[in-house]
């Protein structure tokens, strides 16, 4: 199942911002000025880190593609910021990294699978 994204025009202090917004689950997935995030209101999978924002464990799909290189394997331990996985969507090629520092818990797709927006690709264990 492909998700498709919403087109919407904001304004934030009067100036208009175009953004592209889609709701899977508790999830909403947002995508402004070429970049992806994700906002999970209701989630545990989350916790504060310095006061300074969201942190997941979870390295999800940011949005429909196709999975081009695993770098990493179930039970590698991995750094915040490191490389982990490799898609292609849009005809562009996205590097999706660990958020956190941990152990690879699992990986939940292989090179070659098409991916939905919000999906988890792979987990990064305490």
Same mark, same amino acid.
């Given at each position: 199942?492909?998700?498709?994204?919403?087109?919407?025009?904001?304004?934030?202090?009067?100036?208009?911002?175009?953004?592209?917004?889609?709701?899977?689950?508790?999830?909403?997935?947002?995508?402004?000025?070429?970049?992806?995030? =994700?906002?999970? /209101?209701?989630?545990? #999978?989350? %916790?504060?880190?310095?006061?300074?924002?969201?942190?997941?464990?979870?390295?999800?799909?940011?949005? /429909?593609?196709?999975?081009?290189?695993?770098?990493?394997?179930?039970? #590698?331990?991995?750094? %915040?910021? #490191?490389?982990?996985?490799? =898609?292609?969507?849009?005809? =562009?090629?996205?590097?999706?990294? %660990?958020?956190?520092?941990?152990?690879?818990?699992?990986?939940?797709?292989?090179?070659?699978?098409?991916?939905?927006?919000?999906?988890?690709?792979?987990?990064?264990?305490?």
């Amino acid at each position: 199942m492909e998700t498709m994204m919403k087109s919407y025009e904001i304004q934030i202090d009067g100036h208009p911002f175009r953004v592209w917004a889609e709701k899977v689950g508790k999830t909403l997935w947002y995508h402004y000025n070429g970049e992806t995030f =994700m906002f999970q /209101p209701e989630s545990k #999978q989350h %916790a504060g880190t310095g006061g300074s924002g969201l942190v997941h464990r979870g390295i999800m799909a940011p949005m /429909p593609g196709k999975i081009i290189k695993v770098m990493v394997s179930a039970g #590698q331990s991995v750094d %915040a910021g #490191q490389p982990v996985l490799v =898609m292609e969507a849009m005809k =562009m090629e996205y590097t999706l990294e %660990a958020q956190v520092s941990g152990k690879i818990d699992r990986i939940a797709c292989a090179p070659g699978d098409q991916v939905s927006l919000g999906q988890e690709l792979a987990h990064v264990g305490e």
